[in-house]
């Protein structure tokens, strides 16, 4: 009787160790961030002052010079027309709406001309679109067009500036301050670093972009104006805005088209507070200078690198009876980058992962980063996983 209960008992245990589930697979992933490989070259970075240079849709690549608040003199005009922009959106090729020229705005013109500023002549009565006003603030870089918008948009520039400095917090722009809307004031301050990030945020922006680039405009009163941008067209710089003032010297944010691998890309940079020199007494003469050898350098340290190659091991399927087998990426990926530049994969998998897996089964995804780039690639099984043994379900209960 006993040795019959005994029998009974092992069959039903053997019973029960065939038919139970099967227990399911871990996702074992492999190191989640490394560095592109190669040493960086180090770029040209002016003597003096400070600058900062990245790739539009990538991320900074360096940062030169003390990282302290500077004044910047008409560079502050790109948070001017981004913000007007963003409260006032125009389609690329819109004029947008009529502002009518106040008495007090030819007061500001005349005042800013006499303290010789650079200025846009206006009338009283004249009516600019906001795309003019915005062609006149960038291009000739009229400080009165800085006042005028301040004022069409919030009332005051008092208050147009408090919406400035708001901004500037909301975007993390931690070295950024701004006591007016034209930069005139020493008061207004910010770093390379900051005005790079920032320039990325407006050349988003398409109209921005096109008026940037805009060699010559044609304005109601003042007539025909040019873009203070002298390198304008040149080494692929398309824009964006000069400043200078004794405070602040010579400065100048650049973005400049270039090709990689066959796709144009965006370099932007910033170089602040230029000094002039016996050489070169223009500071404008001076900040270009310094940019066309920094975008030089910049140019030759981009490139198109590969962050995941197809059948590399990102992961293992491992298992509670021994097995490991390798999880590969099923395909390339590639991203504009740099030596150092660190790269991310997050993995994405359905949990528990059951057993048996055929060979080249999806396991799941990867999700690469590099900078502000994002990819995914699908995750296979490089080999079978087979079930466990016979013996392994026995004393395994």
Not at 41 to 69: C, F, K, M, T, Y
Not at 201 to 207: E, F, Q, Y
Not at 318 to 332: D, E, I, L, Q
Request: net charge positive.
């Amino acid at each position: 009787m006993l040795a019959t209960l005994v029998v009974l008992v092992a069959a039903a245990y053997v019973v029960f160790a065939l038919v139970r589930g099967t227990p399911g697979a871990t996702f074992v992933p492999a190191a989640r961030a490394h560095a592109f490989p190669g040493e960086p070259r180090a770029l040209a970075w002016p003597a003096h002052g400070e600058a900062a240079v990245g790739v539009e849709g990538v991320g900074l690549l360096g940062a030169h010079g003390s990282g302290r608040a500077t004044p910047i003199a008409s560079v502050a005009k790109v948070m001017t027309a981004y913000l007007v922009l963003r409260r006032h959106p125009l389609r690329r090729g819109a004029s947008g709406p009529q502002i009518t020229v106040r008495p007090v705005d030819v007061a500001v013109y005349r005042a800013d001309r006499a303290a010789g500023q650079s200025v846009v002549a206006v009338r009283a009565g004249e009516r600019l679109t906001e795309r003019q006003a915005l062609e006149g603030l960038l291009l000739p870089s009229g400080n009165n067009l800085a006042t005028l918008l301040a004022r069409w948009d919030a009332g005051s520039q008092g208050a147009f500036v408090g919406k400035m400095n708001a901004l500037a917090r909301a975007l993390g722009l931690a070295h950024t301050h701004y006591a007016d809307a034209s930069g005139a004031s020493a008061g207004t301050v910010s770093d390379a670093e900051d005005q790079v990030r920032l320039a990325m945020l407006a050349l988003g922006v398409p109209i921005f972009r096109q008026i940037v680039a805009t060699a010559q405009v044609t304005l109601p009163v003042a007539g025909r104006q040019y873009n203070v941008d002298g390198l304008l067209g040149r080494d692929g710089i398309i824009g964006i805005k000069t400043g200078s003032t004794s405070q602040a010297g010579g400065c100048f944010v650049f973005a400049a088209r270039k090709l990689v691998a066959g796709r144009s890309v965006t370099v932007v940079g910033a170089v602040l507070h230029q000094v002039a020199t016996r050489a070169q007494p223009s500071i404008l003469g001076v900040v270009f200078r310094a940019s066309t050898t920094l975008l030089a350098g910049a140019h030759r340290e981009v490139a198109r690198l590969t962050a995941v190659r197809r059948g590399a091991t990102l992961a293992h399927v491992m298992t509670p009876w021994g097995a490991r087998v390798a999880v590969k990426a099923a395909s390339s990926v590639s991203f504009l980058g740099w030596p150092e530049l660190p790269s991310h994969t997050v993995f994405g998998t359905r949990y528990p992962l059951t057993v048996p897996i055929k060979a080249g089964q999806t396991i799941g995804t990867a999700f690469v980063s590099a900078g502000e780039q994002r990819a995914q690639v699908r995750l296979v099984a490089a080999r079978a996983v087979a079930g466990p043994s016979f013996s392994w379900r026995l004393t395994h209960p």
